[in-house]
């Protein structure tokens, strides 16, 4: 299948400062990607949907200005987490698709860990 | 609306006996439904999808599916589980609201496979 390459896998970071979080399609090209953040032993909340060159669409309560989302190209996504506080520590999982149409399957990345202390 | 669900948190088999996760949906049009495993500290493995075709699909490491229209739901099954299998597995639908085609996943069933 696809590859999607997710970096850092895990980081940690002071209260206050950002951090940035990149998620490459690396055999394919993705106009679309997703982010989203999982809590221990649940389901994937998705937070936004980048779109290359355009603008993400970013989820009902999700804060546009904390989780910064760029899509510059047909192969690189990243979500960076501004004034990162320690509510933000959580695990971040990038996806993405490679052709248009229902029918096709998303592959993810590996994920982030980020830890605010 | 799009949505899933997995009715059971969490499932107990022994090694070599057969599994089943359970996942139903609802849908307003053709579903396009997944599953994905998810291994601890990892991101999500695509198993299997149903598009289209014959209902009972297979996927990777042995899974199958069985797409059941009647009964709006889509188990994921394998004959003999392994230790291996041991990991929490999501079913999804893809939201044909969506211009994206984000997916809908399910809360996630933990499988935990015993020697």
């Known amino acids: 299948g696809a590859v999607v390459s997710q970096h850092p896998s895990r980081v940690i970071c002071k209260s206050g400062t950002s951090v940035k979080i990149e998620c490459r399609s690396l055999?394919?090209?993705?106009?679309?990607m997703f982010w989203y953040r999982q809590f221990p032993k649940q389901s994937l909340m998705l937070m936004a949907t980048s779109n290359e060159g355009s603008k993400a669409t970013y989820e009902q309560g999700v804060e546009k200005d904390k989780f910064l989302i760029n899509h510059a190209s047909l192969t690189l996504s990243t979500l960076t987490v501004t004034s990162a506080h320690p509510e933000d520590s959580s695990f971040y999982i990038c996806s993405a698709r490679d052709l248009q149409g229902w029918g096709t399957e998303a592959f993810f990345g590996q994920g982030t860990r980020l830890t605010v202390v | 609306a799009q949505s899933v669900a997995q009715p059971e948190d969490q499932v107990n088999v022994a090694e070599g006996n057969p599994l089943t996760v359970k996942c139903t949906y609802s849908v307003s049009g053709n579903p396009y439904l997944f599953w994905y495993v998810q291994y601890p500290n990892r991101g999500l493995q695509f198993l299997l999808k149903?598009?289209?075709?014959?209902?009972l699909v297979k996927g990777s490491y042995g899974f199958e599916a069985e797409f059941n229209k009647s009964q709006t739901s889509f188990h994921l099954k394998k004959p003999s589980a392994l230790v291996s299998d041991s990991a929490l597995y999501f079913c999804?639908?893809?939201?044909?609201?969506?211009?994206?085609?984000?997916?809908?996943f399910g809360q996630g069933t933990e499988l935990s496979v015993k020697p």
């Open positions: 999804a639908v893809r939201d044909l609201d969506n211009q994206g085609g984000k997916l809908i």
């Open positions: 055999d394919f090209q993705a106009t679309t």
């Open positions: 149903y598009i289209t075709g014959d209902n």
